[in-house]
């Protein structure tokens, strides 16, 4: 009762309620936040201060960059209920385009998890592809009843198309390739554990159940 509280307290002001509408469809630096909403540094830092006590966003340094850090959404039911649903901010895209760097894990979890819905062409894609997807990640997929949407990773430069949505996973291909969404997910292959895939499974999911409301509501 005690956290639910303080979640709706926090989101009781107009200013934070727009701040995690804007960390909704990805995750923001504090620069990016500031130009987004035109608030001064002192009030961004006294919004962002409250929702962090709140529980409701939290802070991560990049895995590329640790002088960097991005704002992101510690994403629950109850979050997910006080969001803007879906997002007004996104056209629909001809596809979806999944970027990380090795492009064998959590790329591939995302892409499979928005092409069972069957909304938009889904593909993926690396900075710097693996000769394979990892086999932990092909685990959990088969774990959670998904398949892969293809065979093996594929490089970024001959993957991208006209009219693709590209939402980078990671911090590294998003800090060398840019892209329209970022969310800054940690890399299970760094620690190599079924716990590790696991979680970033679980931290993509939110994610994707919005941008799928999202791209079916523009049908």
Same mark, same amino acid.
């Given at each position: 009762? #005690? /956290? *639910?509280?303080a979640v709706l307290a926090a989101l009781a002001d107009p200013h934070r309620l727009a701040l995690v509408d804007a960390l909704a469809d990805g995750d923001r630096a504090p620069g990016e936040l500031a130009a987004l909403t035109s608030l001064s540094s002192s009030l961004l830092a006294h919004h962002l201060r409250v929702l962090e006590e709140?529980? %409701?966003v939290t802070r991560r340094r990049s895995d590329a960059d640790g002088r960097r850090s991005y704002l992101?959404? #510690?994403? &629950?039911?109850?979050?997910? @209920?006080?969001? /803007?649903?879906p997002s007004r901010e996104l056209a629909r895209p001809a596809r979806v385009l999944f970027t990380c760097t090795a492009n064998s894990a959590r790329s591939q979890l995302a892409?499979?998890?928005?092409? =069972? *819905? *069957?909304? %938009?062409? %889904? =593909? &993926? @894609?690396g900075t710097a592809p693996a000769a394979r997807i990892h086999p932990l990640a092909l685990d959990e997929l088969d774990r959670r009843g998904l398949e892969p949407v293809a065979l093996a990773p594929a490089a970024l430069e001959a993957a991208r198309q006209p009219g693709d949505? #590209?939402?980078? %996973?990671?911090?590294? =291909?998003?800090e060398d390739c840019g892209g329209d969404l970022h969310w800054s997910v940690a890399d299970?292959?760094?620690?190599? #554990? &079924? *716990? =590790?895939f696991a979680a970033a499974f679980d931290a993509l999911e939110p994610r994707v159940r919005r941008l799928a409301a999202t791209l079916a509501s523009s049908l």
């Open positions: 009762m #005690t /956290d *639910r509280l709140a529980g %409701v992101t959404l #510690t994403w &629950s039911p109850l979050l997910e @209920a006080a969001l /803007d649903q892409a499979a998890m928005l092409g =069972a *819905r *069957r909304i %938009v062409p %889904v =593909a &993926s @894609a949505l #590209t939402i980078a %996973v990671c911090d590294l =291909a998003y299970p292959v760094a620690e190599g #554990t &079924s *716990r =590790a």
